[in-house]
């Protein structure tokens, strides 16, 4: 099983920037793909960013050039640099990882999200 934990989350000015960083711990066969989705309040989950183990990356259309996805395979740990932020950026960050237990096992597995705050 595969355990996610969030941290770097806060409240921030418009304008401003976070890092937000996942870390994984458990046991895998493969980790595939990490990402990053958030909801905000009343709002449903969205996809936010996305890497591969090869660093494929995927943005929605609201964060492209302004946040960037990373990630330190030997770590296991993805990070989510935010720049530019904007309220409506205000969410609950969930960090979301694809992963194999077996060659024909494919799961996936929920960090417990992290709250991120824009306002002035």
């Known amino acids: 099983q595969v355990q996610l934990v969030e941290s ?8 401003g920037s976070l890092r937000l960083s996942c870390a994984a711990s458990g046991s895998w066969l493969s980790i595939l793909t990490m990402g990053w989705f958030r909801q905000g309040p009343g709002k449903q989950r969205d996809l936010v960013a996305t890497i591969t ?5 995927n943005y929605a259309d609201s964060v492209k050039g302004r ?3 990373s990630r330190d395979n030997a770590q296991n740990t993805v990070y989510l640099q935010m720049a530019g932020l904007k309220p409506e950026d205000t969410a609950v960050y969930y960090c ?14 929920w960090g417990q ?5 824009v306002s002035s």
């Not at 999200?113 to 705050?117: K, N, R, S, Y």
Request: proline letters at 3%.
């Open 113 to 117: 999200g992290t709250q991120v705050t």
């Open 8 to 15: 770097g989350g806060g409240s921030v000015q418009p304008g």
């Open 53 to 57: 183990t090869a660093n494929t990356t």
């Open 67 to 69: 946040f960037t996805i």
């Open 96 to 109: 979301n990882a694809l992963w194999k237990a077996t060659m024909t096992s494919l799961r996936t597995s």
